[in-house]
């Protein structure tokens, strides 16, 4: 058996089309994700009550369905109610709410670990409830649990592989589509795991890049980085004689 | 001659944690230009009373006012007050992910609505006042504790308080960096700042302030000017105090 490689070359620029499909989504799915995470985590850190009953109800959901459940349900299942919505839309919606189920719980870890004393230092300035979320609780739980975030992050970008099922034009479906016709099996499907892959992990290196940036502690001459513990992280109790 | 308001005047305060009395029918009234400190063993409700002053702990009985109007403790209310009592923390609780120059910008900016091009002259020179100018662009975790518990000052500051509570702001530090802090609070007093101290630094309180305060389980126990109440204490317990911390 031999790999033929002028096939791969020929059949390209079909795939970058569906990878163009892939990235298109999953920008939009993990955009949303992070919205949706980061205000159900702020609710539950704040105990908003019932707000912070549903956030728990979505989440447990959503984490223990299967994502193909979710998208068929939006596909084939919401026309019964009289919504009818786009394979490309559907994937979006299911993908968010799939990564925003699991961004929440990233969140959660990171504005739950904000320190009481900050919150009440806000508060004692004059800082109104919400302007202590936005100034204080979100940037910092964002900082926190940014490196969680950046796991679920991918996780979106791989299963965005499962909108083949309901037709949406992404890479995996072009791959399958194309092999139906050309037997070339083993080729096409290596082809498409190397291309995802370097997805991945430029993925990875890109959320690396902005964990680097967001970290206001490697800025520090100790440079104690976002490792230890979060008192130290807040330099809360750290006492540098210099 | 014309009779002297105070500034703030606390009530009969009483504040409970559970079935546990903490504050039992506390009175200090604080005079503008005045600087109290407050001593008292451990567990004896000296945070607890600046906390419930602040609005960080709602109280179960008594009042306070500020420039005779009482303090309403719901939440709008409190957000108006704190902008004219400004608390300063054992653990300076600067925001880690904002420089120096930002700490002290937020609140101005944010709660009072001031403009930056207004806030930032001022806040320069407030820094400039603690020591730390050359500061304004680091973050908190690249300063010692002296350092940022004198940002944090500034932080109160900025906002133009009436009063300043500080509670006990020196604890967490290396002793070699508590002259600092110690030194930017009598510059403020020598410019007639009005504040309400908690402190177990005797001397320092002694300096520093109009009126000394001893509290004990919830109560005052004595209070008046230096000379007497670490001079010739009036009272047992008191005396008792002194001896152990002296
Ligand atoms: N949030 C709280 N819940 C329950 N009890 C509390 C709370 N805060 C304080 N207490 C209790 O109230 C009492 C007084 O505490 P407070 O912190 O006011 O004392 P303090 O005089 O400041 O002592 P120290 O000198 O150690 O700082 C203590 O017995 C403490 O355990
Ligand atoms: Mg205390």
């Known amino acids: 058996m031999s790999f033929d490689f002028g096939y791969i070359i020929d059949t390209l620029p079909l795939l970058l089309t569906g990878l163009k499909m892939t990235l298109f989504i999953s920008v939009f799915s993990i955009l949303f994700s992070l919205i949706i995470g980061m205000g159900g985590a702020v609710i539950r850190t704040l105990k908003i009550p019932v707000l912070s009953q549903l956030v728990v109800v979505y989440v447990d959901l959503i984490r223990n369905t299967p994502l193909l ?11 019964a109610f009289g919504i ?33 004393a900050l919150i009440e ?29 950046s796991n679920t992050a991918v996780s979106v970008i791989k299963n965005s592989a499962y909108m083949t099922s309901i037709g949406v034009a992404e890479l995996t479906f072009m791959a399958v589509d194309r092999m139906a016709y050309d037997f070339k099996t083993y080729e096409m499907l290596l082809t498409i795991a190397v291309i995802y892959l370097i997805l991945i992990w430029g993925t990875s290196y890109l959320f690396g890049r902005i964990e680097r940036k967001l970290d ?27 | ?21 903490i504050l039992r029918g506390v009175d200090i009234d604080v005079y503008s230009q005045e600087v109290i400190v407050i001593i008292g063993p451990s567990g004896s409700g ?7 002053i602040n609005g960080l702990e709602s109280i179960n009985g008594g009042e306070v006012y500020i420039d005779d109007c009482k303090i309403e403790y719901t939440p709008s209310a409190l957000q108006q007050v704190r902008q004219r009592i400004g608390m300063v923390f054992q653990s300076y609780n600067l925001f880690p992910h904002l420089t120096v120059i930002e700490n002290l910008l937020l609140a101005p900016m944010k709660v009072q609505k001031r403009a930056k ?74 410019r ?6 908690v402190t177990h630094e005797m001397g320092f309180g002694r300096d520093v302030g109009d009126r000394i305060i001893f509290m004990d389980q919830g109560v005052i126990v004595e209070q008046g000017p230096p000379e007497v109440v670490f001079g010739n204490p009036q009272e047992e317990r008191t005396r008792q105090f002194l001896r152990n911390a002296m």
């Open chain 1, 216 to 242: 206001f502690n490697n800025k520090t001459k100790k440079g104690s980085g976002l490792n230890g513990s979060v008192i130290k992280k807040f330099g809360l109790s750290s006492r540098r004689t210099d």
């Open chain 2, 117 to 190: 091009s207004e806030v930032l002259p001022q806040a320069r020179e407030l820094l400039e006042q603690v020591g730390l100018l050359d500061k304004a662009d680091s973050y908190p975790a690249q300063l010692s504790g002296g350092q940022q518990q004198r940002v944090a000052i500034a932080r109160s500051l900025v906002m133009n308080p009436e009063v300043l509570l500080f509670d006990e702001v020196t604890s967490a530090l290396d002793p070699e960096r508590v002259r600092d802090v110690l030194d930017v609070m009598k510059d403020l007093a020598s």
């Open chain 1, 69 to 79: 459940v979710h998208v068929f349900f939006l596909y084939f299942g919401l026309p």
């Open chain 1, 121 to 149: 230092s806000g508060q004692s300035l004059g800082l109104s409830t919400w302007q202590i979320v936005s100034h204080v609780i979100i940037p910092l739980g964002f900082r926190i649990s940014f490196p969680a975030f």
């Open chain 2, 46 to 52: 000296k945070s607890t009373l600046l906390r419930c």
């Open chain 2, 192 to 197: 007639g700042t009005t504040m309400l101290i």
């Open chain 2, 1 to 21: 001659m014309e009779e002297r308001k105070p500034k703030l005047s606390i009530r009969n305060l009483q504040k409970q944690f559970g079935d546990n009395t």
């Open chain 1, 84 to 116: 009818k919505l786009s394979a490309v839309a559907v994937g979006i919606i299911a993908l968010s709410l799939w990564g925003g189920a699991f961004a929440a719980e990233n969140f959660r870890g990171g504005t739950d670990a904000v320190p009481h």
